[in-house]
C-alpha cells in the first residue's frame, strides 16, 4: 500500500553533503588498494629472491615491509571511518566477513576496499525501507498529486500532472485502433546542465538507489516499457557507479523495467526534455517547437515522461511515506524538501536539503555565512535573477516568493555575491555564455542574445551610453518569450533584474566607466566544457 511501508522519518532526506567521514573513507580505502597492490607485488619479488645489481634484495624487503605496514594502518583507518559515517548503517561484520550482504566490496586479504557505500542496496533498504512493489498506478499518480510534489528541475511544473498525461496517452495507444502493445518511455533526467548546479550529481551519486525507485514506480505507474538514466558525460566514474547500481538491482530482482544509463554531451539547453528526446532519437540536441508534446510523442515515437532525478526521488519518498507526511513539510503552497546548491562568497558551499519555506539568511547561515563582504544574491542560477543584500535575507525558499522579489527558485541555486565583484560584469559574462549555447534555430536566439551580449559588455567593460542602455531595454522586450526553449526568456530575466538591482553600478560605470572589479577572476561559474548546441 502507498505510504505504509516504514515509519516516517523526522525529515525528507534525499541527500546530505559529504562528510569528513566520507571523504577519509573514499581516500583512505583506494589509497590502501594501491598500497596492498603494491604489497603482493613486491612479496612476490621478495619470494622468488629477484635482485639485479642496481636493485639488491635488501631494498625489495624494505619496500614490502614499509608497504605493507602502511596497507594495514590505511585498512584500519577506512573500516574505522566506514563504520563511523552515520549516512549508510553498515555493520561490522559486513566489513569485515567477505560476502556475508548484498554488497559486494573488493576484498584483498585484509578488508574491504569501498570505493562507493551508497552502491550498496542493502544500505540503502535499512535506511529507507524495503522497496516498494511496481503497482497501483492509479493511486500512486493520486498521491503525489496530494502531496503537492512539483518537479525539482526548474520549471516547478506539477509531477502528477505529467504523469497522469503520460499514462493517459499510453492508456489511449493500448486501447485505440492500432493497439500499440510497446508502453511508454521514462527519462530520469540527471543531465543539469546548469552550471552553476551540483544537486543532481551528489543526489546520483550519494543515493542513486533512491532515484531508482522512483524510476521504478514512476515506470510502472505510467505504464512505461523502458527507462533511460541520463547524466552528464564529463562524468565518466559516476556513470559507472550508477551502471552498477542498476546491475545490482537487476541481480536482486528489484525493478521490472529496464534501465539504460546513457550519457549526455554538456551544453546548456542539453537537459531541456525535447532536446534530450530529440538526441535519445539519434538527432540533433536542441530543443524543438511545441506541439506535439513529450507526452504524445517523445521518444521512438512513444509517450514519454521526462523527470528530473531529484523529483523522482522525491517520489519515491512519497510512495514510502505518504502524502501527509510530505505535506507536513515546506510551506503550504510549497509542500516538501529540496536540494539547494550554495556557492559564491560562503564559508562552506555545499548543497543542501531544506524545508521549502526557509528564509535564505538561514540557508546561507547553514552555508557558514559570508566569507567576505556580501552585495547581492543571485536566486534560481543562470534563469533566475539577482537579488540585493541584506534585503534578500528574509525571503522565503518558495519559487512564488522569490519570484515576487525578482528572481526564481530553479533548480535550487544560491550564489552569494561579494562585494570585490562587479555585478556587471558577472552577468556580461553570463549573457555571453548563454548566447553562445543557442541552438540557433529561432530569431531571439541566432540574433537576439548575441546583440545583448554584445550591448552588455559595452555596460561592464567599457563607457555605456544612453543609446546602448535604451538599445538594451529595447532588447530585453524583443527576445522574451519568442523562442523554441526557455533560453531567450531566462537571459532576459537575468538582464532585467541586473539592471534593477545594480542600478547604482550601472551609473557609475556610464558616468567614469567599468570599476576595477570588473576585472577580477569570475565567481559565476562558466564551464569550458559545455560547447555551443549544435
Known amino acids: ?29 583506494l589509497v590502501a588498494l594501491v598500497l596492498l597492490t603494491a604489497s603482493m607485488a613486491l612479496g612476490l619479488l621478495a619470494s622468488v629472491r629477484y635482485q639485479s645489481r642496481g636493485w639488491p634484495r635488501f631494498v625489495t624487503a624494505g619496500l ?14 577506512h573500516i574505522v571511518t566506514t563504520l563511523a559515517d552515520g549516512f ?37 533498504i535499512s535506511r529507507y525501507g524495503p522497496i516498494l512493489p511496481p503497482g497501483g498506478g492509479a493511486e500512486l499518480i493520486a498521491e503525489v498529486d496530494r502531496a503537492g510534489l512539483a518537479g525539482r528541475g526548474g520549471a516547478g511544473f506539477p509531477a502528477a500532472r505529467k504523469m497522469h498525461a503520460v499514462a493517459a496517452a499510453t492508456a489511449g495507444r493500448k486501447s485505440g485502433l492500432l493497439r500499440a502493445d510497446r508502453g511508454s518511455v521514462l527519462v530520469a533526467n540527471g543531465v543539469e546542465s546548469e552550471p552553476a548546479s551540483s544537486k543532481d ?59 539504460q544509463v546513457t550519457e549526455i554531451p554538456g551544453g546548456y539547453v542539453a537537459s531541456q526534455e525535447t532536446a534530450l528526446i530529440s538526441y535519445l532519437n539519434g538527432g540533433p540536441q536542441r530543443p524543438s517547437f511545441v506541439p506535439p508534446r513529450p507526452f504524445e510523442r517523445g521518444v521512438h515515437g512513444r509517450p514519454t515522461l521526462v523527470q528530473n532525478v531529484e523529483t523522482l526521488a522525491h517520489l519515491a519518498l512519497i510512495a514510502r511515506y505518504g502524502a501527509a507526511w510530505f505535506r507536513g513539510l515546506g510551506a503550504p503552497q510549497s509542500a516538501g524538501s529540496a536540494l539547494i546548491t550554495v556557492s559564491g562568497a560562503v564559508r562552506q558551499p555545499s548543497v ?72 556587471l560584469a558577472e552577468t556580461a559574462r553570463t549573457i555571453g555564455y548563454l548566447a553562445g549555447q543557442s541552438a540557433g534555430q529561432c530569431g531571439p536566439c541566432l540574433n537576439g542574445l548575441p546583440a545583448l551580449a554584445d550591448a552588455f559588455d559595452e555596460v561592464a567593460f567599457a563607457r555605456p551610453g544612453r543609446d546602448t542602455l535604451g538599445w538594451v531595454r529595447q532588447l530585453l522586450g524583443l527576445v522574451a518569450g519568442r523562442g523554441a526553449c526557455q533560453l531567450p ?41 559545455q560547447d555551443a548546441a549544435p
Open 1 to 29: 500500500m502507498i505510504g505504509s511501508s516504514a515509519a516516517a522519518p523526522a525529515t525528507a532526506i534525499v541527500v546530505t553533503s559529504s562528510t569528513p567521514f566520507w571523504f577519509i573513507t573514499r581516500a583512505t580505502g
Open 201 to 259: 550529481k551528489m543526489l546520483l551519486d550519494r543515493s542513486p538507489h533512491l532515484v531508482l525507485d522512483g524510476i521504478a514506480l514512476a515506470a510502472a505507474a505510467t505504464g512505461a516499457s523502458r527507462a533511460y538514466l541520463c547524466l552528464h558525460d564529463g562524468y565518466p566514474g559516476l556513470a559507472g557507479q550508477l551502471r552498477a547500481a542498476v546491475n545490482e538491482r537487476e541481480r536482486a530482482g528489484a525493478d521490472r523495467v529496464p534501465v
Open 64 to 77: 614490502h615491509r614499509n608497504a605493507s605496514v602502511l596497507a594495514c594502518a590505511f585498512t584500519g583507518v
Open 352 to 423: 543542501l536539503e531544506i524545508e521549502l519555506g526557509t528564509r535564505i539568511g538561514d540557508l546561507l547561515e547553514r552555508a557558514g555565512g559570508p566569507a567576505e563582504p556580501p552585495q547581492a544574491i543571485l536566486a534560481g542560477g543562470y534563469f533566475g535573477g539577482w537579488l540585493p543584500y541584506p534585503a534578500a535575507l528574509d525571503i522565503r525558499m518558495t519559487d512564488a516568493d522569490l519570484r515576487a522579489a525578482g528572481a526564481a527558485l530553479g533548480p535550487g541555486i544560491l550564489v552569494l555575491l561579494p562585494e570585490s565583484a562587479c555585478g
Open 489 to 529: 526568456d531566462g537571459t532576459a530575466a537575468l538582464a532585467a533584474s541586473t539592471l534593477r538591482v545594480f542600478d547604482r553600478d550601472l551609473r557609475r560605470h556610464a558616468a567614469s566607466g567599468p570599476c576595477p572589479q570588473a576585472w577580477r577572476l569570475p565567481v559565476l561559474p562558466e564551464p569550458a566544457d
Open 88 to 124: 549508510v548503517p553498515i555493520r561490522l561484520q559486513d566489513v569485515v566477513i567477505p560476502f556475508i550482504s548484498a554488497y559486494r566490496p573488493v576484498w584483498l586479504g585484509l578488508g574491504a576496499i569501498a570505493f562507493d557505500l551508497m552502491l550498496a542496496l542493502t544500505g540503502h
